[in-house]
């Protein structure tokens, strides 16, 4: 069974601070998506990344994936109130369609 | 285009009772997937259904059950409602094609089971 381990598991800082959020697995995925949730909310797709070494930004949001492809991080520059919430990864297995799930990163931001 | 609608957004049910859960996908997506998500657990995969067969199923108990009609709306159904069952059920959409199998979540149900 492939696992997604996600760090921290809980983040919390003042605005303008930088950020990393870290998404590690053992196993290698064809592709790895990164989700924001709002409490009451579902998650909502931010990126998706497929290539290794990929970099995708997302204006002040900034996705890698791994080389190998079995991790990815999330960094945020001068983090502000807006980017709280739960931050999920999931990666897609090669052949059955299913994705894999992290835990999530709790993110908090005070003003 | 009109986003994925889950129905109802709130339910409280007893202990040994069933409940239905209503998922009415983003138009032109044939996937849905169904989530169980809950504080101490996270996000729980329960079961995929592509075009009215169900493509992928998670670990859960034979009390959990879904289908998805020809229109690609989905329901999931829950017999003898446990305590342990109050969570927040998460529907979602895609377009099932082999690339990036990218999840569009609906609001959620939040049932409690008391």
């Known amino acids: 069974t492939q696992l997604l381990e996600q760090s921290p598991q809980f983040l919390s800082i003042q605005e303008g601070e930088n950020l990393t959020v870290y998404c590690n697995s053992s196993?290698?995925?064809?592709?790895l998506q990164w989700y924001r949730q709002e409490p009451g909310e579902g998650p909502v797709l931010l990126v998706t990344?497929?290539?290794g070494g990929e970099v995708k930004k997302l204006k002040r949001l900034t996705f890698q994936f791994g080389d190998a492809r079995k991790d990815s991080s999330l960094h945020i520059t001068a983090a502000q109130p807006g980017d709280t919430g739960l931050y999920l990864c999931a990666g897609e297995e090669d052949s059955n369609y299913q994705l894999i799930w992290g835990a999530g990163t709790k993110l908090i931001i005070k003003p | 285009k009109a986003g994925v609608t889950q129905t109802p957004r709130y339910l409280i049910k007893t202990r040994g009772q069933q409940v239905t859960l209503s998922c009415s996908p983003i138009?032109?997506?044939?996937?849905v997937s169904w989530y169980q998500q809950t504080p101490g657990q996270g996000l729980q995969f329960l079961f995929e259904y592509f075009s009215e067969t169900q493509r992928n199923k998670g670990n859960f108990p034979g009390r959990f059950s879904g289908r998805q009609f020809s229109n690609s709306r989905s329901e999931m159904n829950v017999s003898t409602l446990e305590l342990g069952d109050s969570a927040l059920y998460l529907c979602a959409s895609s377009l099932g094609l082999a690339e990036f199998h990218e999840q569009y979540f609906g609001p959620g149900t939040r049932l409690t089971v008391t």
């Open positions: 138009s032109g997506h044939r996937s």
């Open positions: 196993s290698v995925f064809s592709s």
């Open positions: 990344v497929v290539t």
